[in-house]
């Protein structure tokens, strides 16, 4: 049973680049959240995709966009990169309800450090 | 708003029990997660309580009192390898039925022979 999988591992770019990073959920989840997580601190939410629509968002600029495909993986999209966006960015993925068998499980995650 | 509290730090001997402590200030309650989280890897889940009390997986248990807005992961028989950052993460009572997380900042724990 693979677990959530994302790519790449790790990216280097410049300031005002774009960027997309990839995620496969666990088997049998449909929702897939995004999280940047900055050193030392704890995941921060960017946004939550399920049936290929963006239905909750965090506190984060029109930069961070997503999308979600009919497979369920997701691309999280980040434009006009600044130095700030260097974190590790991680997808979660879970069934849509709020019970204890909706836990996310999260991927090994992408490094991005923009230089 | 939404806050979640953490020790920042905390250190402890191989084979002892450690006690970390997280409370939170939210605005209606649904239920608290605890992960663990080594250096440059994922956070991986280890527990989640939505009523109060204490509920036990192995070496680790974890604590809810709704009441206090407080909860308690509680580590036995460290290990090495139980050296890692701890996550404690409530679901966004705000957030309309979804599945949204709020984490803490973390508790690096370091464990010493």
């Known amino acids: 049973d693979a677990g959530v999988t994302q790519s790449p591992t790790h990216l280097i770019k410049t300031r005002g680049q774009q960027v997309t990073l990839r995620c496969s959920p666990k088997?049998?989840?449909?929702?897939v959240s995004w999280y940047q997580q900055a050193l030392g601190q704890g995941p921060q939410f960017i946004f939550q995709?399920?049936?290929?629509?963006?239905?909750q968002r965090g506190n984060f600029p029109d930069r961070f966009s997503g999308h979600q495909f009919p497979n369920y993986s997701s691309e999280l999209n980040v434009n006009a990169l600044l130095l700030g966006d260097s974190a590790l960015y991680l997808c979660?993925?879970?069934?849509?309800?709020?019970?204890?068998?909706?836990?996310?499980?999260f991927g090994p995650g992408t490094r991005l450090t923009v230089l | 708003g939404q806050n979640i509290d953490q020790p920042t730090e905390m250190t402890a001997t191989e084979g002892a029990i450690v006690q970390i402590n997280c409370t939170y200030q939210?605005?209606?309650?649904?239920?608290l997660f605890w992960y663990q989280q080594h250096a440059g890897e994922a956070p991986t889940f280890l527990s989640y309580?939505?009523?109060?009390g204490l509920e036990e997986k192995g070496r680790f248990s974890s604590f809810l009192s709704r009441s206090k807005g407080y909860s308690y992961l509680l580590l036995k028989e460290l290990q090495m390898k139980d050296s890692a950052s701890y996550l404690c993460?409530?679901?966004?009572?705000?957030?309309?039925?979804?599945?949204?997380?709020?984490f803490g900042a973390g508790t690096r724990l370091a464990v010493h022979p």
């Open positions: 979660a993925s879970s069934t849509p309800g709020e019970t204890s068998t909706d836990t996310q499980y």
């Open positions: 088997s049998g989840h449909d929702t």
């Open positions: 995709y399920y049936e290929e629509e963006e239905r």
């Open positions: 939210t605005s209606g309650f649904n239920g």
């Open positions: 309580n939505v009523l109060d």
């Open positions: 993460a409530v679901r966004d009572p705000n957030s309309g039925g979804y599945n949204k997380l709020i």
